[in-house]
Each structure stands twice: as C-alpha cells, then as structure tokens.
C-alpha cells in the first residue's frame, strides 16, 4: 500500500520533471510558430490554416528558404477563442521553443488575452484577427494581414447602399468578439451614410432557431440584412428565411463567401452578398496559381483562411530575409517598410501593424463565389 | 409575426417535451436525473445523418428505425454499465457522474464524426405550406405528427396494459416487484432504453430543421429537464405541457423582448418556477423536494 | 506497514519545497506559468470542493463565480483605479454576497434542482457579461488590467508571480484543512451525510448552508482576482459553462471531498493537458470517462495520496486508522461486542445499585414538557389528532402504541423536524413548536433516531463532538484561525465528548470512521451523541430496534443511569414488555389520539389499550373514528 503510493508519488515527480526540463528541443531549421485551433469547435479553421502554412512552407524552402535555411513551423493549439489554451500556446511557443515569428492566434479573444505577453518584444505575431481592437492595444508587434471589422463592414455597406438598391436595412449578428465587434463598425458605417437600419438583432453562439430573429427583423420592414455571424450560423439563418419565405437579401462578413457556408446553405445561398478578403475567383496570377496548387496538392478547395496564412508565411519569410536577421525588432522594422504582393493584398502595413487594405465585394453565383469589385482603402483610413 | 414564431416556438417546444419525457421515465423508474440527455440526443442525430443516411444510403424510415434502435441497444447497454451503479450514490456522484458521461458522449460524436457540421434535407425536404400566412415547414408538421403520435401511444400502453404498473412497482419498491416477479433489471434496462429512443426521435427530428454538430443537443437536454421541473418533477403529462410551455415562451420573448437573452429567458422561468410553484405545473406524488 | 506522521510531515515538506524549486531551477517562463494558471485553479476549485464535496450543496457554476471576482477585481482597478490590494477584497466582498445570495436560493432548491441552477446561472452571467459592454467591455473582454509585478523574483510575469501563487495557495488550503478538521467542517460533513440528523444535532443547517456557499464564492473571487492580476486580460470566454466543467474535473479528479486531492486534481487538469499536446482530440473524452470512472470505482481519486499524506492534519485519517485495511464487522467481533456490552451494563447496574443504598432515587419534580392539543396532517392525512401530555421532570415515559400510531410523528413533532399543524409544545413554560430543530435542541431536547443515523464518513469522536453546546456558536473565522477562546471551546467539547462515549463505553472506538461500526455500537455513538450536551429531555426512537441481547441489556441499564442523574427521557417502544421494564409512566396513542395514560400496570390492564394492539374493536368511550392515518406512507418523511 505504502510502497504503492510512494510509487505513485514518484511517478508523479517524474511527470513534473519532464515539464520543467523536456521542453525547448533545439532544432536545425528556422523555426517559427503557429497557434491555430487544432481541437474544438473551431477545428475546422485550423485545418485550413495548417494547410495553407505549410503549402507556403514548401515554396518558400524550395525558394531557398530563410537566411539560407530551411524553414519549418511548430504548431501549438489554441483551441480557438479559449483565452487560457490560447496563453499556453504563446507561452509555449514564445518561452519553450522561443520562436522570433508566430503566425496566429486567429481569433481577437486570444490575441488580446496574449497580448500582454508578447509584446515586449520576444516575438512577433503575424495574425488574421479581424477585430478592430487587435491593433489599438499599443503593440508593437502585432501585424494584421487581413482588413479590419471597420475596412469590411464599410465596404460592404457602401457597395450596398450604391448598389443594391435597398433603403430599409436590418442587421443581424452573432453575440461573440467576431459578430459584435463586425456589427458595431457595421453600424457606425451606416451611421455615417446616414442611414438608420430598421432593426437590429442578435443571436448566441450555438442557436438554432432564428425565428424570433427574422421575424423581428420582417416585422420592422427589412429588405436587406446585414449579416455578421460564422458561416454554420449564416447557413441557418438564410435557409429559414426561405424557409419563410421573408423574401429579404442578405448580405455580411466573410463567412459568406465560405465553402462551409455555401455547402451547408445550398441553393439558399445564391445571390448571397459578401465582404471577402480572399476569393478563389480572382484573375490575378498568384491566386491562380495558389487555387490550382492547392486544389492538386489537398484535392479541397481553397478558402480564406488557408490563403490568409499561407500569405502569413510568405510574409514572414520574407520580412526575415529583408531584416538578415532572426531577431524580432529587426523582423519588425521589416515588415513595417515591407511591400509585399500577397494572395489577399498588396500588403503595406502602418504604424500600428494594419497591413491591409482591400478587400472583395462577393456574390454566390451557381454554388460559387463570384468577384463583384475589389475595394482599395487608402493606407491611412 | 408572432403566429409565426409561436409556431417554431411550439416546435422546438414539442422536441423539448420529447427529452422531458425521457428525463420523467428514468426519473420515476432509476431515480436519476440524467445530464447526459443532451449527448444522446446529439449522438443520434449523428448515427442517423452521418452512418444511416449519408453511410448506408437508407430512406428515412429504414434509417430512423436502425438509429432508434442503436440508441436503445446503446441505452440499455449505458443503463447496466454506468447508470445501475449510480443509483445507490448520492445525489451530487450522480449528477457529477452523468454530467462526465455526457462530455465523453460528445467528444466521442466529434472523434468519430469530425468537427464539420452536416446537413440533412429531412424526409420531405425543405418546403413549407402557408397557413392564413403562417408559414409551417414540412418538417414542423412532422415534428408535430410525431410527437403527438408518441404521447398518445405511450399513453394508451400506459393505461391499458400492464407495462406501466410494472414502472410503476419497480419504481415504489424494488426488491417488493422482484419478489411479485416484475424482471427489475429489465424494466431499468427498457425504461432507460425507451428514454434513449425519445433522445433519438429528438435527435432525428431536429437534424433536417438545424444542422448536425456536436453542440446542438447540450442545451436541448438541459432544457429538457427544465421542462420537466417546470411540467412537475417526474409526472408525464407535465413533462409534455412543460416542453410545450417552455418552447412557447422563451421564442415569445425572444421576439418581444430581447433574443440575445433567450437561453437566459428560459432559465429565468426556471428560477420563477422554482420560488413560486417547485412542485411544478402538474405536482406527481412522489416528487423529489431534495 | 505504517508510516509514522512525521515522516508523512516531512513528505509533505519534500512536496512544497519542490513545488517552490522550478523558477529557481531554470524552469522556463511556459512552465512556470501553466503552473500558475493550476494554483489559480487550484483555489477556485476548492471552493467547489467546500460546497460540493464537503457540504453537499452541488454547485456546477463555479466559473460564473470566478467571473464575478475577476470582473470585479478588474472594474474597480480599471473604472475606480483602485490599487490591487483594495480591488482583490472588494472583489471578495460583492462575490461573498452574491454567494450569500446563491445560499440563501439553496434554502428553497436544493439536489438536482440547484445543480441545474447554478448551471444555468452560469450561462446567465456570461450572456450578461457579453452583452452589457459599456460595462464590462463585451466579447473583446477587459483588457487594460495592469498586471501584479515584482520585480526582485525574476523579469517575466510568469516568475514574479510564481513563488506569490504558490504561497497564497498553499496558506488557503492550509485554511481549507483546518477549518474541516474544526467545529465549522464538521457541521458542513454532517449535513452532507445526513442533514436531517445535522439539524436535531443543533446544527444549523440554514447558516452552515448559506456560508458553505459564501465560502465557495470566495474562492472564486480569489482565484479570479489571481487570474486578472496574472493576465491582465478577462473575457467571459474565460468564464463560460465550460470552465465550470473543468473544475468539477479537478475536484472528482482530486476525490469527491479531499481538500489535497482537489490541488493535486488541479495540477493535472492544468498540467495534464500541456504534457499531451499533439493528442488533445482524446483527452477531453478522456477525462469525461475518467469523470465517471473514477467515481464509481475510485471516489477517492488523487485524494488517496493527499489525504495519506495530510493524515497529520485530518480528523478521520489521525493515528493510524487510515493505513490499517478497513475493518470489517465478523462474527467474533459481534461475540467480543456482546461480552462487553454485559460487562458494561453489569458494572452500571452495581454502580446504580450503590448509588441507591446510600441515597434513593430523586423524585420527580413538576412538569418539563407539555404537548396541548397537538394536531399533525400530512396533506389530508391526518397523523396526530389534539394529542395532550406532559413529561415531568426526573421520569422515563413511554410513549407506546402499535404501528402508524404516530409515535415516531408525535417525536418529530417535538424534535422540531416535522412541527405540527396545531396545537403547542412547551418545555418548561416556553415555546418550543414552531421552533427549527437546531433551537430545540439548544434549548435542551435531544433524540436518538430509530434507523441509525450516524455521519458515516467523520469518526465516532467528531460525531459526538458537534452536538456539544461549546462549539455550538463559534463561527467558522474564530474557529478555522483558531482563537484562544475557540480552541478552549473545542477542548472543552472534545473532553465531554469522550466522557459520553466513557459513559456508554465505546471510548476505545473514538478515532475510528463511524461508517466501520456495527449496528449496536452506532446505537452506543447516537446515544453518546445525544447526552453529550446533557439535554434537559432525551427522545429515544425505539432505541432497542435491531440490537441483540448484551446490548440491550446495557441500553437499559444506560438509560436508568442517566434518569437517576438527573436526565428526563422520553422513550418510544411499540414492544411493551420492554416498555413496563423500563418506564415510569407510559402514555398510549393509537391511530393518532391519545387513549390511555398512567403507570404501567394500569396501562396494561386498560382493555381499550388491549384492544388496540389486538384489533380495536372496543369502542366504549369514544366516538367513531377517523380512517386510520398511514403512517408509512411517502408523505411522512420520517417513516416508522
């Protein structure tokens, strides 16, 4: 009994051992970091993040690689928008493998929840979080490659308002750091067209049945309905209009433009307008040639995340060779001078680490999503 | 408008009643609140989209029958191995133990099935007829015909055959029903069976309406049980009023008051019906007040 | 094989000071701070461990309370611009009412009713957080928090704050054990094994309740506090249904109730998971399985190791009780029990028998307690119908009748467990119906229950113990920082308890977890238990059910020690052969009414009391009567 437990208590020493001196293995290539939700509800995303890196990967090595070297990445779970997996993950990459790059965390919760500890300067992280927010906390070493809340929702509600010839408009989103942060600047874009929406609503992470919502928005006379929600939910939302037959058009956030969202809404979607950083659709070259390889290289379809960090790579390597040097002030001062033609922009960051400043204006045309404009922002908007 | 949404409100209200009646039978049979419900109701939806419909290709009737019956063999199976053994736990082991089970049950859905949510047409596919402008989707009218059909079947087995003395006994006094000859195993087994199928018939129902994810029974099970507390701890035509009342009024004030509070508005009627009428809207007998 | 309890203090020491070795070893700012993140949880935890595993009170919304904590920490820094020391007790504070507020709902809800409460609490509190943003800061969280720094422990966060967390938590779990071994844990245990006999015991379950869950919430507060002062970030992702999950995990992990275990479950469940990276798919399942598992085969999970380990500092794991296997009850103890129920009984009855030659027995002296008019429905049943008597002072009254008679009711009834519809009872002149059972008992009426109801899992002597006036009133601050007057109180206590359990012989028994007795010796503990604060009035519930010769030979010759010093006992016997041997009056109830009074004799020739027993036919001096109550049926809650 006694020995059994003193074995027990042995054995739990040893655990503590391997994690106070197992980590930080040291490897021959450049590493850098990536923390992107590999479990959990947000798994998906993370998949199509890793594709994309290491699609980049393998160009950039075949390219001859960083400094000289080959490059490779560490990827660390962050299970998405959970603030305590999220500060693991940086603190593993940041302290444990002590990476000068990370690409990620993905979403605005866990950048801000990691913030605090990265921004001294230990590293640098090259994110897609699109809340407003990610870039006005005073870092200096965080870098947005995708538009902002701010730059999509007034994209679309221009192009709306210009277009769509719709004066009653309601909105509708999703109540986490995504949606409420989207439908504020959604709003604040409306405001200053001097439009007053009808109506506007909001859902939970996770809901189902959006009758209430579109009944409310119906009832106040809604033509068109800006949506700010995830692609599952947006699916939902536009098959029960329908369903109702509310006879009102959509339009919102990237979601709508995504495969997830296109194949779970089917015929639902058409006509479906969106604010898209990425879109396979794009004539340019690169992109082209982004889709054809990806689509051979993981016989799926490219979508915006996958180019997003597969561009975040590309962006890193670079900046690296540019700086000559693996240490991140250096990195920094490179990518705030860097030019840099991407999948998603030109990219061209400003002082507080906004590098882009286009984004695409969508319509789902036959199951596909089909290029309306491209909208350039002036860098210092 | 709100004709429209006290329509989808009754809806998901007769879905909630289904669980709440799976939560009454193991409740008056097993003494056991199962927080697990919400998991079987998931799991089903994924036994019958993903392996019956999608994997084997079969029709809805086929498809819904194999995944009922899975869920029964499944239930069973749980009801020997896990739930027997907590019966003679206090309450919080219980509550604790099925509250772990229910998290395993939902991650095993996402290990075997995958995080990508999946679509269902339903057996009628996606259309709706009007109905003095309320519009009523095929599969509302379905979810309707079976509820209905289930409460009346169980109803008149309950009251013309022997089954529901036999609940019954074995619930009063268990070792007094063994020794009457009443199978005590097999009524626990076939209850908690039964209560799996109604998760089942939940499960199936509300795929076509929403999609197939790992999340989408966790609240219903939860809400399951608040119907039933509301409906009366344990009595059987509370637990379908209770669904019913609980569906209707939290889409009612979602529309009038505020949407974003829903889930909050369903459990607010909990906490009223809690400090008001405990005993709930039909009291049974035999009620827990612990 | 025994280890001796310095050794397991000085393996106690080994584990603390190696938990304070990593930042000092090179242990790399990632480690250190999943680490942290553990101690943090570790506190919150605990207080899950407090309301759920010590007090019963299931509480599966433990992250909205840590919620609360940190958002108040972090609005009274960032709005108020309070330093941290002044934020952290404010947090305390409002989340400490907002517990007290949790407790006080748990007096109406309780069981699977309050689980699914505090559940749906905290979804509550983190739609609400989400939503209010003017306030809170919404989805994107509070997020200009300053960060605690101290710079003179290292450069990053992680290793200033490191030696600070360990070291607060280990002072609160130190607290946490001393107050479990203390006055105020033991009432939380008793009213997780039994809160019904918790209450006729004095304890009063509505305080105990109310602070078991103000102690909860202070743990959340703390822990949230820490968390805001680490990170400097809060969001209500960090406080959703899910969290609540994961510190449930600690706790069962930890051993449903071990306060060490619940520190060595939080390691885990912070820990666990980094070590696995790369297989996170299956441990969440695993864990889930684990849950389950680890409650039906072993309950006691890590806390096995903790509680070996803390044995030093744990009443019911003190000697060395806790390293010998289980004792099991077998026959040849049931024969060795026997003979010293006889020794003892025989020793008494000569003591009693010297006592009477040089003095004779007190007579009785007026009237201790009056029943008037006391009437008892359940629902439409009627139990007890304008039922009068009185116990006098100094007597041993019998209190008989057959089955569903309403003796057990009419005992409830007094003990204030079941207070009756109408009607009053009075001990010596005062009020006591109407009165909750913990206040009668203060005022001096004790019970032993018909079906044993010991508190399985504390020893014999804590069991005693918590029914003695001295530690009655202490409140769980005295008690648990253990002021000069609370430990007097506690001596004071732990000496009469050991004298009651002289007194009814099974002092040999003291340190031994009650769940390990016998039937009999529960019996000797309840009786212990019930003089132990010498009561004014001793209600016994057919104290003599279900015990064998010896021991009923020694109750009997207990009992008449007691009256001849001075005790007044109120005994309930359907068995009147016993009854005669034993009382000095005896009063008759059948089918709810009061029917015959007196001394044994005449009671016994009373042919409506013959009757009674036989049948009831004779009729002769009443009217026609109401149906016969049920006494057994599901709405008494105390059955015969």
Same mark, same amino acid.
């Given at each position: 009994?006694?020995?059994?437990?003193?074995?027990?208590?042995?054995?739990?020493?040893?655990?503590?051992?391997?994690?106070?001196?197992?980590?930080?293995?040291?490897?021959?290539?450049?590493?850098?970091?990536?923390?992107?939700?590999?479990?959990?509800?947000?798994?998906?995303?993370?998949?199509?993040?890793?594709?994309?890196?290491?699609?980049?990967?393998?160009?950039?090595?075949?390219?001859?690689?960083?400094?000289?070297?080959?490059?490779?990445?560490?990827?660390?779970?962050?299970?998405?928008?959970?603030?305590?997996?999220?500060?693991?993950?940086?603190?593993?990459?940041?302290?444990?493998?002590?990476?000068?790059?990370?690409?990620?965390?993905?979403?605005?919760?866990?950048?801000?929840?990691?913030?605090?500890?990265?921004?001294?300067?230990?590293?640098?992280?090259?994110?897609?979080?699109?809340?407003?927010?990610?870039?006005?906390?005073?870092?200096?070493?965080?870098?947005?490659?995708?538009?902002?809340?701010?730059?999509?929702?007034?994209?679309?509600?221009?192009?709306?308002?210009?277009?769509?010839?719709?004066?009653?408009?309601?909105?509708?989103?999703?109540?986490?750091?995504?949606?409420?942060?989207?439908?504020?600047?959604?709003?604040?874009?409306?405001?200053?067209?001097?439009?007053?929406?009808?109506?506007?609503?909001?859902?939970?992470?996770?809901?189902?049945?959006?009758?209430?919502?579109?009944?409310?928005?119906?009832?106040?006379?809604?033509?068109?309905?800006?949506?700010?929600?995830?692609?599952?939910?947006?699916?939902?939302?536009?098959?029960?209009?329908?369903?109702?037959?509310?006879?009102?058009?959509?339009?919102?956030?990237?979601?709508?433009?995504?495969?997830?969202?296109?194949?779970?809404?089917?015929?639902?979607?058409?006509?479906?307008?969106?604010?898209?950083?990425?879109?396979?659709?794009?004539?340019?070259?690169?992109?082209?040639?982004?889709?054809?390889?990806?689509?051979?290289?993981?016989?799926?379809?490219?979508?915006?995340?996958?180019?997003?960090?597969?561009?975040?790579?590309?962006?890193?390597?670079?900046?690296?060779?540019?700086?000559?040097?693996?240490?991140?002030?250096?990195?920094?001062?490179?990518?705030?001078?860097?030019?840099?033609?991407?999948?998603?922009?030109?990219?061209?960051?400003?002082?507080?680490?906004?590098?882009?400043?286009?984004?695409?204006?969508?319509?789902?045309?036959?199951?596909?999503?089909?290029?309306?404009?491209?909208?350039?922002?002036?860098?210092?908007? | 408008?709100?004709?429209?949404?006290?329509?989808?409100?009754?809806?998901?209200?007769?879905?909630?009643?289904?669980?709440?009646?799976?939560?009454?039978?193991?409740?008056?049979?097993?003494?056991?609140?199962?927080?697990?419900?919400?998991?079987?109701?998931?799991?089903?939806?994924?036994?019958?989209?993903?392996?019956?419909?999608?994997?084997?290709?079969?029709?809805?009737?086929?498809?819904?029958?194999?995944?009922?019956?899975?869920?029964?063999?499944?239930?069973?199976?749980?009801?020997?191995?896990?739930?027997?053994?907590?019966?003679?736990?206090?309450?919080?082991?219980?509550?604790?133990?099925?509250?772990?089970?229910?998290?395993?049950?939902?991650?095993?859905?996402?290990?075997?099935?995958?995080?990508?949510?999946?679509?269902?047409?339903?057996?009628?596919?996606?259309?709706?007829?009007?109905?003095?402008?309320?519009?009523?989707?095929?599969?509302?009218?379905?979810?309707?015909?079976?509820?209905?059909?289930?409460?009346?079947?169980?109803?008149?087995?309950?009251?013309?055959?022997?089954?529901?003395?036999?609940?019954?006994?074995?619930?009063?006094?268990?070792?007094?029903?063994?020794?009457?000859?009443?199978?005590?195993?097999?009524?626990?087994?076939?209850?908690?069976?039964?209560?799996?199928?109604?998760?089942?018939?939940?499960?199936?129902?509300?795929?076509?309406?929403?999609?197939?994810?790992?999340?989408?029974?966790?609240?219903?099970?939860?809400?399951?049980?608040?119907?039933?507390?509301?409906?009366?701890?344990?009595?059987?035509?509370?637990?379908?009023?209770?669904?019913?009342?609980?569906?209707?009024?939290?889409?009612?004030?979602?529309?009038?008051?505020?949407?974003?509070?829903?889930?909050?508005?369903?459990?607010?009627?909990?906490?009223?019906?809690?400090?008001?009428?405990?005993?709930?809207?039909?009291?049974?007998?035999?009620?827990?007040?612990? | 094989?025994?280890?001796?309890?310095?050794?397991?203090?000085?393996?106690?020491?080994?584990?603390?000071?190696?938990?304070?070795?990593?930042?000092?070893?090179?242990?790399?700012?990632?480690?250190?701070?999943?680490?942290?993140?553990?101690?943090?949880?570790?506190?919150?935890?605990?207080?899950?461990?407090?309301?759920?595993?010590?007090?019963?009170?299931?509480?599966?919304?433990?992250?909205?309370?840590?919620?609360?904590?940190?958002?108040?920490?972090?609005?009274?820094?960032?709005?108020?611009?309070?330093?941290?020391?002044?934020?952290?007790?404010? $947090?305390? +504070?409002?989340?400490?009412? !907002? *517990? @007290?507020?949790? &407790?006080? =709902?748990?007096?109406?809800?309780? /069981?699977?009713?309050?689980?699914?409460?505090?559940?749906?609490?905290?979804?509550?509190?983190?739609?609400?957080?989400?939503?209010?943003?003017?306030?809170?800061?919404?989805?994107?969280?509070?997020?200009?928090?300053?960060?605690?720094?101290?710079?003179?422990?290292?450069?990053?966060?992680?290793?200033?704050?490191?030696?600070?967390?360990?070291?607060?938590?280990?002072?609160?779990?130190?607290?946490?054990?001393?107050?479990?071994?203390?006055?105020?844990?033991?009432?939380?245990?008793?009213?997780?094994?039994?809160?019904?006999?918790?209450?006729?015991?004095?304890?009063?379950?509505?305080?105990?309740?109310?602070? $078991?869950? +103000?102690?909860?919430?202070? !743990? *959340? @507060?703390?822990? &949230?506090? =820490?968390?805001?002062?680490?990170? /400097?970030?809060?969001?209500?992702?960090?406080?959703?249904?899910?969290?609540?999950?994961?510190?449930?995990?600690?706790?069962?992990?930890?051993?449903?109730?071990?306060?060490?275990?619940?520190?060595?479950?939080?390691?885990?469940?912070?820990?666990?998971?980094?070590?696995?990276?790369?297989?996170?798919?299956?441990?969440?399942?695993?864990?889930?399985?684990?849950?389950?598992?680890?409650?039906?085969?072993?309950?006691?999970?890590?806390?096995?190791?903790?509680?070996?380990?803390?044995?030093?500092?744990?009443?019911?794991?003190?000697?060395?009780?806790?390293?010998?296997?289980?004792?099991?009850?077998?026959?040849?103890?049931?024969?060795?029990?026997?003979?010293?129920?006889?020794?003892?009984?025989?020793?008494?009855?000569?003591?009693?028998?010297?006592?009477?030659?040089?003095?004779?027995?007190?007579?009785?002296?007026?009237?201790?307690?009056?029943?008037?008019?006391?009437?008892?429905?359940?629902?439409?049943?009627?139990?007890?119908?304008?039922?009068?008597?009185?116990?006098?002072?100094?007597?041993?009254?019998?209190?008989?009748?057959?089955?569903?008679?309403?003796?057990?009711?009419?005992?409830?009834?007094?003990?204030?467990?079941?207070?009756?519809?109408?009607?009053?009872?009075?001990?010596?002149?005062?009020?006591?119906?109407?009165?909750?059972?913990?206040?009668?008992?203060?005022?001096?009426?004790?019970?032993?229950?018909?079906?044993?109801?010991?508190?399985?899992?504390?020893?014999?002597?804590?069991?005693?113990?918590?029914?003695?006036?001295?530690?009655?009133?202490?409140?769980?601050?005295?008690?648990?920082?253990?002021?000069?007057?609370?430990?007097?109180?506690?001596?004071?206590?732990?000496?009469?308890?050991?004298?009651?359990?002289?007194?009814?012989?099974?002092?040999?028994?003291?340190?031994?977890?009650?769940?390990?007795?016998?039937?009999?010796?529960?019996?000797?503990?309840?009786?212990?238990?019930?003089?132990?604060?010498?009561?004014?009035?001793?209600?016994?519930?057919?104290?003599?059910?279900?015990?064998?010769?010896?021991?009923?030979?020694?109750?009997?010759?207990?009992?008449?020690?007691?009256?001849?010093?001075?005790?007044?006992?109120?005994?309930?016997?359907?068995?009147?052969?016993?009854?005669?041997?034993?009382?000095?009056?005896?009063?008759?109830?059948?089918?709810?009414?009061?029917?015959?009074?007196?001394?044994?004799?005449?009671?016994?020739?009373?042919?409506?009391?013959?009757?009674?027993?036989?049948?009831?036919?004779?009729?002769?001096?009443?009217?026609?009567?109401?149906?016969?109550?049920?006494?057994?049926?599901?709405?008494?809650?105390?059955?015969?």
């Amino acid at each position: 009994m006694v020995n059994q437990d003193k074995r027990k208590l042995r054995d739990l020493t040893c655990a503590a051992a391997l994690v106070v001196f197992g980590a930080g293995i040291a490897a021959a290539d450049t590493m850098l970091g990536a923390s992107a939700p590999m479990t959990g509800p947000r798994a998906l995303l993370g998949h199509h993040f890793q594709q994309g890196v290491r699609m980049a990967i393998a160009e950039v090595n075949a390219a001859g690689g960083v400094l000289g070297e080959p490059v490779d990445v560490i990827f660390a779970d962050d299970q998405g928008d959970n603030p305590n997996f999220a500060l693991n993950a940086m603190s593993k990459l940041k302290d444990s493998d002590r990476v000068p790059v990370v690409l990620g965390p993905h979403f605005s919760v866990a950048q801000l929840a990691t913030m605090k500890n990265y921004c001294d300067g230990t590293l640098i992280s090259i994110t897609g979080a699109s809340g407003v927010p990610v870039t006005e906390q005073g870092c200096e070493y965080v870098f947005r490659i995708r538009g902002n809340d701010n730059l999509q929702a007034q994209a679309l509600v221009t192009y709306a308002l210009e277009h769509l010839g719709v004066e009653k408009i309601g909105v509708l989103y999703i109540h986490d750091d995504f949606g409420k942060g989207g439908s504020e600047r959604v709003l604040a874009a409306l405001e200053a067209a001097g439009v007053e929406p009808v109506s506007v609503a909001s859902h939970n992470p996770h809901d189902t049945d959006f009758s209430a919502q579109l009944n409310t928005l119906k009832a106040a006379g809604a033509e068109l309905v800006i949506l700010w929600t995830h692609d599952q939910e947006s699916a939902l939302i536009i098959r029960q209009a329908q369903q109702y037959n509310l006879g009102m058009k959509f339009a919102g956030s990237t979601s709508l433009s995504q495969p997830t969202f296109i194949e779970l809404a089917g015929p639902a979607a058409e006509g479906v307008i969106s604010a898209s950083d990425f879109i396979a659709d794009n004539e340019d070259a690169d992109v082209q040639a982004f889709v054809a390889k990806y689509r051979e290289t993981y016989n799926e379809e490219p979508e915006l995340y996958a180019a997003t960090y597969y561009d975040s790579l590309r962006l890193a390597a670079q900046a690296i060779n540019d700086a000559g040097s693996l240490e991140p002030a250096a990195i920094r001062d490179a990518l705030s001078k860097i030019e840099y033609d991407g999948l998603l922009a030109d990219y061209s960051c400003t002082a507080t680490g906004d590098c882009n400043h286009q984004t695409n204006i969508v319509e789902i045309r036959d199951g596909q999503p089909a290029m309306l404009t491209v909208v350039k922002f002036d860098k210092s908007e | 408008m709100l004709a429209q949404v006290i329509v989808s409100g009754l809806a998901m209200g007769a879905i909630y009643a289904l669980v709440a009646l799976g939560h009454a039978f193991v409740w008056k049979t097993m003494n056991i609140v199962n927080f697990a419900a919400g998991e079987f109701v998931t799991f089903s939806a994924f036994i019958f989209v993903a392996t019956f419909i999608n994997g084997f290709n079969l029709n809805f009737l086929l498809a819904a029958f194999f995944a009922a019956a899975v869920m029964a063999a499944l239930g069973a199976a749980f009801s020997r191995i896990v739930f027997a053994r907590l019966q003679n736990q206090r309450v919080f082991v219980a509550i604790i133990s099925t509250v772990g089970f229910g998290l395993f049950l939902k991650e095993l859905a996402r290990i075997i099935y995958g995080p990508q949510p999946l679509y269902y047409d339903g057996p009628f596919g996606q259309g709706a007829v009007s109905l003095g402008g309320v519009m009523i989707t095929y599969q509302q009218i379905l979810i309707f015909g079976v509820a209905i059909t289930i409460m009346v079947g169980q109803y008149l087995v309950l009251r013309y055959s022997m089954l529901g003395k036999v609940m019954r006994a074995t619930a009063l006094d268990r070792e007094t029903a063994a020794l009457m000859g009443i199978p005590v195993n097999a009524v626990l087994a076939g209850t908690f069976a039964y209560a799996c199928v109604l998760a089942a018939i939940a499960g199936i129902l509300m795929a076509p309406l929403f999609f197939v994810t790992t999340e989408m029974g966790t609240l219903v099970g939860l809400k399951g049980f608040v119907a039933m507390i509301i409906g009366g701890f344990g009595s059987i035509p509370g637990a379908i009023l209770g669904g019913l009342l609980l569906g209707f009024s939290e889409n009612t004030a979602a529309f009038l008051i505020s949407a974003t509070y829903k889930d909050a508005i369903a459990f607010l009627v909990l906490l009223i019906f809690l400090v008001i009428r405990p005993e709930g809207l039909i009291p049974e007998a035999n009620a827990d007040r612990a | 094989m025994t280890v001796s309890m310095t050794a397991r203090k000085v393996l106690l020491a080994v584990f603390l000071i190696a938990l304070a070795l990593p930042p000092f070893l090179g242990a790399n700012s990632y480690v250190l701070q999943v680490l942290n993140l553990s101690f943090i949880y570790a506190i919150a935890a605990l207080g899950i461990t407090i309301a759920t595993g010590i007090t019963g009170l299931i509480v599966l919304g433990q992250a909205a309370l840590m919620g609360v904590g940190g958002y108040s920490t972090g609005l009274t820094m960032t709005v108020l611009g309070w330093p941290w020391w002044l934020a952290m007790p404010a $947090a305390i +504070v409002i989340t400490g009412l !907002a *517990g @007290a507020g949790l &407790g006080l =709902l748990s007096m109406r809800i309780k /069981g699977h009713y309050l689980a699914i409460t505090t559940l749906a609490l905290n979804e509550i509190f983190r739609v609400v957080v989400l939503n209010e943003s003017w306030l809170t800061g919404g989805p994107f969280g509070l997020r200009d928090i300053p960060v605690l720094r101290v710079p003179m422990l290292g450069t990053t966060v992680s290793q200033q704050l490191y030696l600070p967390l360990l070291i607060i938590a280990v002072l609160i779990y130190a607290l946490a054990i001393r107050m479990y071994g203390t006055t105020f844990g033991r009432r939380m245990r008793a009213i997780r094994d039994d809160d019904l006999a918790a209450e006729t015991m004095g304890v009063n379950s509505r305080r105990v309740r109310v602070l $078991a869950f +103000v102690l909860c919430s202070i !743990a *959340g @507060a703390i822990g &949230g506090s =820490l968390y805001v002062l680490t990170f /400097g970030f809060i969001s209500p992702n960090n406080f959703a249904l899910f969290e609540s999950i994961r510190m449930v995990l600690m706790v069962v992990i930890g051993g449903l109730g071990s306060i060490g275990g619940t520190f060595l479950g939080a390691l885990v469940v912070t820990g666990l998971p980094e070590m696995l990276r790369g297989i996170e798919t299956y441990y969440l399942a695993a864990f889930g399985l684990g849950t389950v598992v680890i409650l039906l085969t072993v309950p006691r999970g890590m806390g096995v190791i903790a509680d070996w380990v803390l044995a030093p500092w744990l009443p019911e794991a003190r000697k060395s009780q806790a390293d010998q296997p289980v004792k099991q009850f077998k026959a040849e103890d049931q024969e060795a029990e026997d003979a010293r129920a006889v020794a003892v009984a025989e020793r008494l009855r000569a003591e009693r028998e010297a006592r009477a030659k040089s003095a004779p027995a007190p007579e009785a002296r007026g009237t201790l307690l009056s029943v008037e008019n006391a009437s008892k429905k359940f629902g439409g049943v009627v139990a007890l119908k304008d039922v009068s008597f009185t116990v006098q002072q100094g007597e041993i009254l019998g209190l008989i009748g057959p089955n569903g008679s309403g003796k057990s009711t009419m005992i409830n009834a007094i003990s204030g467990i079941a207070p009756i519809t109408s009607g009053r009872i009075m001990l010596e002149g005062k009020e006591i119906s109407g009165q909750p059972a913990w206040n009668v008992h203060a005022a001096g009426i004790s019970r032993i229950f018909q079906n044993v109801r010991v508190w399985g899992s504390m020893t014999v002597l804590e069991n005693v113990m918590i029914a003695h006036p001295a530690t009655r009133d202490l409140d769980v601050l005295r008690s648990t920082f253990g002021a000069r007057s609370a430990n007097a109180a506690e001596d004071e206590a732990r000496v009469a308890a050991l004298e009651a359990l002289s007194l009814v012989g099974i002092r040999h028994l003291a340190d031994r977890p009650a769940s390990d007795l016998s039937f009999g010796q529960s019996r000797l503990v309840e009786i212990a238990r019930g003089i132990v604060n010498k009561p004014r009035l001793l209600l016994l519930d057919e104290p003599g059910a279900g015990l064998r010769g010896g021991l009923i030979l020694e109750l009997a010759e207990i009992l008449k020690d007691l009256r001849d010093k001075g005790m007044t006992i109120l005994v309930v016997e359907h068995r009147i052969k016993l009854v005669v041997e034993m009382c000095d009056r005896i009063t008759v109830l059948n089918l709810g009414e009061k029917i015959a009074e007196g001394s044994a004799e005449s009671v016994a020739r009373d042919p409506v009391v013959v009757d009674a027993y036989l049948g009831g036919k004779v009729e002769r001096r009443r009217p026609a009567k109401t149906p016969a109550p049920d006494m057994t049926g599901p709405a008494n809650p105390i059955t015969n």
